[in-house]
Nanobody, 118 residues
C-alpha cells in the first residue's frame, strides 16, 4: 500500500522560505509516473502547485513559478517542495499526491499547513 506523509510546514514571515517533504512508503519513488504538490487555502478549491514528471521536469502554476522548486531524493524516497520568497497568498495546507500509472488511483497525504504572515 502506497502511503505519503508530508512535513515541513509552519509559520513564516513574508519573504521567508520553507522546504516541504513528502516521504513515500510502499513503493519506490522512481516508480511513479508523476508526483504533485497541491494546496488548499481556506475557502478555496484545492489547486495544483507543482509537478515532478517522470523525466525529472518541474511544472509550476504561474503564481509560484520562479519561487518554488520541486525535487526528489531517490535514495531516501522523498519528494521536496522548496518554497522561497513566500507571500501571504501562499498560506494553505499543502498536499503530496502521486500515482503509479495514469490508470491508477492517486494517493494523497494528509497535508502540512503553511502560514505566511504579512
Amino acid at each position: 500500500q502506497v502511503q505519503l506523509v508530508e512535513s515541513g510546514g509552519g509559520l513564516v514571515q513574508t519573504g521567508g522560505s520553507l522546504r516541504l517533504s513528502c516521504v513515500v512508503s510502499g513503493a519506490n519513488i522512481i516508480s511513479f509516473g508523476e508526483m504533485n504538490w497541491y494546496r488548499q487555502a481556506p475557502g478555496s478549491q484545492r489547486e495544483a502547485v507543482a509537478t515532478f514528471t517522470k523525466r525529472g521536469l518541474g511544472n509550476y502554476t504561474e503564481s509560484v513559478r520562479g519561487r518554488f522548486t520541486v525535487s526528489r531524493d531517490i535514495q531516501r524516497n522523498l519528494l521536496f517542495l522548496q518554497m522561497n520568497d513566500l507571500k501571504p497568498e501562499d498560506t494553505a495546507t499543502y498536499f503530496c499526491n502521486a500515482r503509479l500509472n495514469p490508470w491508477s488511483d492517486p494517493t494523497w497525504g494528509h497535508g502540512t499547513p503553511v502560514s505566511v504572515d504579512s
